[in-house]
């Protein structure tokens, strides 16, 4: 048998297209060309800026002192995008938006970080609930709801972003249920230990990555909810422990290890006046402050770690926590003069004032203080009327 005779491969010169990696470009990029016109994120996009209802949202910000915050309208695109692509961590959206060309476009350029992501979330989740299920709610009630390039029609959806599929006014119910059935159980995560948790253990594992060790921990995450002892709900009161005592146990337990390792470190937890005086408007979270005053006794006495545990006891601090509760007041430049009179010192504290403290506790000065409060209140305390 013969084999067949194949003719030798001699190299050509062969002509690839141009690839020049350091070329500058002549004009500036357009964000408009980043996506193909029929992708998803050029929905979400005009679906944010054109149709949904953000004023719940908005009406929240009564203060405008302050670094201004990222805006409602970028963090929901991105949080409408991410939830409907399944990228629901703030960490993972903060990554995303330098590594995703859809993120990227739908942040502008802009790269929110982690920490702004959750605190918007946590901020604003009951308005978040009822944005995610407008465009359904829309489809339903109105006979026509044009914007673009995208129509909510009677039996169909209709957008450039999935102008091949059609959705049956039946299909649409079922799927607003389940979005809402979704929402719910976000929202029910949210207020539980294991949500505060998960958020508590995401952020001492990064530090531990980034680091290789944790000297300090400063459990600062508070939430509050205004209601006398009867008017509060269940629902607030599991919120309020999720956070303000559960949160800052699972953190304590998952960082002690590390500062064992390290041969010691400080623990501060930042508890409040409230847990040491008693307020009728606030006895949940007066409840959780004077349990973590409680927690750090029982912290310190486990000393032979060199691990120190101390509290913050603040007053008043001028947070937008405190802000909110100002403007709901039918004055509040006359509420919040009536609570500055109340300090010798004439003045609500500044979170620079809380930070001096907070850096006294974590450094070497105070190494032989634990098991402590250090109050900083402006003197509230040392007066009697």
């Avoid at 048998?1 to 002549?26: C, G, H, I, N, Y």
């Avoid at 980043?34 to 719940?56: G, I, N, S, T």
């Avoid at 205004?226 to 008017?231: N, Q």
């Avoid at 947070?319 to 006359?334: G, K, Q």
Wanted: contains cysteine; aromatic residues 8%.
């Amino acid at each position: 048998m013969v084999e067949p005779q194949t003719a030798p491969t001699v190299p050509v010169k062969k002509t690839f297209r141009v690839f020049v990696s350091d070329q500058m470009m002549l004009l500036p990029p357009s964000l408009d060309e980043w996506l193909p016109q029929d992708h998803l994120a050029r929905f979400v996009a005009e679906l944010v800026d054109e149709v949904l209802d953000l004023a719940p949202i908005l009406a929240s910000y009564t203060e405008r002192r302050g670094f201004p915050p990222y805006g409602p309208r970028l963090m929901v695109r991105l949080l409408t995008y991410g939830y409907t692509t399944g990228v629901r961590s703030s960490r993972a959206i903060e990554r995303k938006c330098t590594d995703d060309v859809a993120f990227r476009y739908l942040a502008a350029g802009a790269g929110p970080d982690y920490r702004s992501i959750s605190r918007f979330q946590a901020r604003h989740l009951d308005a978040l609930a009822g944005i995610f299920t407008q465009p359904l709610h829309l489809a339903q009630s109105s006979g026509m709801v044009k914007m673009g390039r995208v129509a909510l029609y009677g039996t169909k959806l209709e957008a450039n972003a999935s102008k091949h599929k059609a959705m049956s006014y039946t299909r649409l119910v079922d799927k607003e249920q389940h979005v809402e059935a979704e929402i719910a159980e976000l929202q029910a995560a949210a207020a539980s230990p294991a949500w505060a948790w998960a958020v508590a253990r995401e952020m001492i594992d990064a530090a531990l990555a980034a680091l290789d060790r944790v000297d300090v921990l400063h459990a600062n995450a508070a939430v509050q909810v205004m209601g006398g002892l009867e008017a509060t709900e269940p629902a607030h009161w599991d919120r309020m422990y999720a956070v303000n005592q559960r949160a800052v146990a699972e953190a304590i337990r998952a960082v002690v290890p590390a500062m064992r390792s390290a041969g010691g470190g400080s623990i501060i937890l930042t508890a409040s006046l409230l847990g040491i005086t008693g307020d009728p408007d606030l006895p949940m979270y007066g409840a959780t402050k004077g349990a973590l005053r409680a927690r750090c006794r029982s912290v310190a006495a486990h000393g032979v770690d060199n691990i120190r545990c101390n509290t913050i006891c603040p007053g008043d601090v001028d947070t937008e926590m405190v802000r909110e509760f100002f403007a709901h007041r039918p004055d509040p430049d006359a509420a919040r003069a009536e609570i500055e009179a109340r300090y010798p010192l004439g003045r609500l504290a500044s979170p620079a004032d809380i930070a001096g403290a907070a850096l006294f506790l974590a450094s070497d000065d105070a190494a032989y203080v634990t098991g402590t409060d250090l109050v900083v209140d402006g003197g509230l305390l040392a007066r009697i009327y």
